[in-house]
């Protein structure tokens, strides 16, 4: 692992904990402090089933990123990144398709901080510094102009960030313009964070985050759904993570995270 001092910006809080890097540690990284793994033992205090819900969203994007090169897109937006561990965005699809183009974005620093350090050498990929509630900003930065051409399909990924987004910063609507902007044949994959198995255990999880600097909005199947407007859900439509192009041999049956893949036609 880089020395701390390549990954951890001068001007970042330290005591302050992240999503990204609670999740890092729950993926088994090690960019996260001792703030970060403290709140992420309370999730799994919580939530006992907090790593196999991390890992069952992990697999789901391997698995939509290989179908989304399978149908064709070699053009990739991966919204709220995160900090990069085993079997990143650019991994997958370039040892699909080695043509392939991805831009992250995201604005924890440790995130972008390492996202730089890690693609220093690859042209095809790069990372956005950026709120995602800002697709203007997305949009127009240098490393999306240079990567994407958005008169080529692309694929957006929206995996475990909008349960991220409070309602009044208005997820829906912020999801709708960045496909309004993406070009015909493009494809939306989300997950996102649901309470509706385990209303206790994601209750406390929800407490668990809310002094971190991203807490935590989980939506029900319908307010989930509902983000799809417009856009052509692919089989087997809204699911279980687990349950979306499930493969042989795997029998995970873990619920709290919706998946969907959809197209707009």
Known sequence: MPDQSDWTPDHIDIELPSAARIYDWLLGGGHNFAVDRAVAKKVLEVQPNGLRIARSNRA???RA??????????????????????????????????????????????????SRLMLGDNDRAAVVDADICEPRKVFRAPETRRLLDLDRPVALLTVAVFHFVADQRRPKEVLAEYVARLPAGRYVALSHLTADQMPTEMSGVVTAMQDSRDPMYFRSYAEILDMFTGLELVPPGLVDAPSWHREVGDDDDQKGIYAGVARKN
């Open 60 to 62: 789901f994007l391997d």
């Open 65 to 114: 990123v290989r179908y989304l090169v399978s149908q064709g897109i070699t053009q990739f937006l991966d919204l709220g990144s995160g900090i990069p561990t085993a079997g990143n965005v650019h991994e997958v699809a370039q040892r699909a398709n080695p043509e392939c183009r991805v831009v992250y974005v995201d604005y924890d620093p440790v995130a972008v901080a390492h």
